[in-house]
């Protein structure tokens, strides 16, 4: 989902808040055409906001995310102050319903 903030959330269920996903740098954002998916490195749609996904991964807590080294700096900062709440450092996508 996207939330009022413009920030990306996975939830795992209707009624839950929603993690932060915080994805390797092999996939990108793709928000052309009104959608908005996260791409891998051969351009493929891994994840769309609105669909169902699954992946490996797990819980990460802001002070891993604040360690020096961890991220670029900005990202950081961005990802931390515009978005915050749970993160989920999102590992290998294992199903994604429509990849292209």
Known sequence: MLDDRGCLRIKASADAS???PWW???YS???SD?????LDEEGRTVAE???TMAAGGGSVSKAVLQQE???RERTRR????RCPG????VGEVIDAPQRN
Do not use: H, N
Not at 78 to 81: G, Q
């Open 18 to 20: 929603g993690e932060v």
């Open 86 to 89: 749970a993160y989920w450092l």
């Open 49 to 51: 906001v609105g669909e």
């Open 29 to 31: 954002l793709d928000t």
């Open 69 to 71: 080294g961890y991220m």
């Open 78 to 81: 961005e990802l931390l102050e």
């Open 34 to 38: 009104e959608r908005v998916r996260v």
């Open 24 to 26: 390797p740098s092999y």
